[in-house]
Antibody
Framework: EVQLLESGGGLVQPGGSLRLSCGVS????????MTWVRQAPGKGLEWVAS????????HYADSVKGRFSISRDNSRDTLSLQMHSLRVEDTAFYYC?????????????WGQGTLVTVSS | QSILTQPPSVSAAPGQKVSISCSGSSSNIGIKYVSWYQKLPGTAPRLLIYGDNKRPSGIPDRFSGSKSGTSATLEITGLQTGDEADYYC????????????????FGGGTRVTVL
């Protein structure tokens, strides 16, 4: 069974940094693209970033470009999202998802999510 | 404002059918696969449709997807109370931004209400 488990969420002040991690099991991590998606309270889903299988190609939403960095360690089956210069509007549940949204299989499954709260 | 446009809400009685539209453009839906996701309160989203019209194992055939040109549609037949949820379409957009081609996009979401 494919499982994804996010960690690293919490309360941080505006301008601060946070690093999210996603540990996976049940599939060959290095054979799949990976994606981060977030959902702010009362809002819709927002695609945040994606990375290809090797880590060579990374894409970001305009809202996080230059502040967030997605990375992966295929030897440790771990996906990460480094977040800097956090803003109140970055408050959201952050989901780690297997796959790339533009690819035929879609993105699935999703982790349970980790809550990031940016507040003073 | 989302790049993919969905109606905010649709509703129907139990057993009836609802259709949810997702309108995009030639830089996303027109040339890339569409997928659909169901989001229930307090749970992680789940994939309903991928590759425009394919169902993952375990998804009932009451859920179906289609695409024509730059628009896609999710249909739910035999509506059940358990189908009350938010539904999102997703795709890849190839527009160039800051020197990089491509970004994922979701529709704004459609709330399905079973009357």
């Amino acid at each position: 069974e494919v499982q994804l488990l996010e960690s690293g969420g919490g309360l941080v002040q505006p301008g601060g940094s946070l690093r999210l991690s996603c540990g996976v099991s049940g599939f060959t991590f290095g054979s799949d693209a990976m994606t981060w998606v977030r959902q702010a309270p009362g809002k819709g889903l927002e695609w945040v970033a994606s990375i290809d299988e090797s880590g060579s190609y990374r894409h970001y939403a305009d809202s996080v470009k230059g502040r967030f960095s997605i990375s992966r360690d295929n030897s440790r089956d771990t996906l990460s999202l480094q977040m800097h210069s956090l803003r109140v509007e970055d408050t959201a549940f952050y989901y780690c998802v297997k796959g790339g949204i533009g690819r035929a299989p879609g993105i699935d499954p999703w982790g349970q999510g980790t809550l990031v709260t940016v507040s003073s | 404002q989302s790049i993919l446009t969905q109606p905010p809400s649709v509703s129907a009685a139990p057993g009836q059918k609802v259709s949810i539209s997702c309108s995009g453009s030639s830089s996303n839906i027109g040339i890339k696969y569409v997928s659909w996701y169901q989001k229930l309160p307090g749970t992680a989203p789940r994939l309903l449709i991928y590759g425009d019209n394919k169902r993952p194992s375990g998804i009932p055939d009451r859920f179906s997807g289609s695409k024509s040109g730059t628009s896609a549609t999710l249909e739910i037949t035999g509506l059940q109370t358990g189908d009350e949820a938010d539904y999102y379409c997703g795709a890849w957009d190839i527009t160039l931004s800051d020197g990089v081609y491509g970004a994922g996009v979701f529709g704004g979401g459609t709330r399905v209400t079973v009357l």
